[in-house]
């Protein structure tokens, strides 16, 4: 089974400053991997997705992700954040073989600062 | 408008009473999903149904039960046997009996509080 973690509970940062969020996964074969994110009072929607090729993807809103498959990571990058970014992150994971649902991991929270 | 509607947006449970949550949607969508969502505890999937008539378990089914009688409806009982309910619930859908490359639609949620 894959399990999915997020290194931090609650990030805060100031407008403009860079962001990095973590995230490993635990699985043996071959993953898709998601972040979605949570505006406060809105529904999860998705930021972006890594199925195959270009282990770098870019989303919307300036978001990109990484996946190294060595560390078992896909974390997710935007170099300046504004204050409209402030919401919870989660990444995802589901096997490339089979029908298997998405697990999640537990969220981080961001704050962006005037 | 196309999209997921849980209905109600909250709900309140009394000792021993069993609640349903509906939810609903019109993207013709085969695959659909609950959720539990708990501060600091992200998403755990409670049930999911890749095909009307079928469904699976998720990793904290206990006390919960479902249906999947027609496409667009897949309903969500929370029965006494879960002690403790409160908490946060989301439904959620993808296109196609493969998840694999799907990405999920949510709907807005509903959050169930015991009295």
């Known amino acids: 089974a894959q399990s999915v973690s997020q290194h931090n509970h609650h990030v805060i940062l100031s407008e403009a400053a860079s962001l990095e969020l973590g995230c490993n996964y635990s699985?043996?074969?071959?993953?898709?991997l998601f972040w979605y994110v949570q505006y406060p009072g809105q529904h999860l929607q998705l930021l972006l997705k890594?199925?195959?090729?270009?282990?770098l993807v870019k989303g919307i809103k300036g978001f990109e992700a990484e996946f190294i498959k060595s560390k078992f990571s896909f974390n997710l990058r935007k170099p300046s954040v504004q204050w409209s970014d402030t919401a919870e992150y989660f990444c995802?994971?589901?096997?490339?073989?089979?029908?298997?649902?998405?697990?999640f991991g537990k969220g981080t929270r961001l704050s962006v600062i005037a | 408008d196309g999209g997921i509607t849980q209905s109600p947006k909250y709900l309140f449970r009394k000792e021993g009473q069993n609640v349903t949550l509906s939810c609903e949607q019109n993207?013709?969508?085969?695959?659909m999903y609950w959720y539990r969502q708990d501060p600091g505890q992200g998403l755990r999937l409670i049930y999911y149904?890749?095909?009307?008539?079928?469904?699976q378990k998720g990793d904290i089914a206990e006390g919960y039960s479902v249906s999947r009688e027609k496409k667009e409806s897949f309903p969500l009982t929370v029965t006494s046997a879960q002690k403790n309910p409160t908490a946060f619930y989301l439904c959620?859908?993808?296109?196609?009996?493969?998840?694999?490359?799907?990405?999920?639609?949510f709907g807005s949620g509903t959050q169930l509080s015991v009295l």
């Open positions: 993207l013709n969508h085969d695959a």
């Open positions: 890594y199925f195959s090729g270009d282990p």
């Open positions: 995802a994971v589901n096997a490339r073989s089979g029908n298997t649902p998405l697990v």
């Open positions: 959620a859908s993808s296109s196609g009996t493969e998840a694999t490359n799907e990405k999920l639609f």
């Open positions: 149904s890749q095909i009307v008539n079928d469904f």
């Open positions: 699985y043996g074969g071959t993953v898709n």
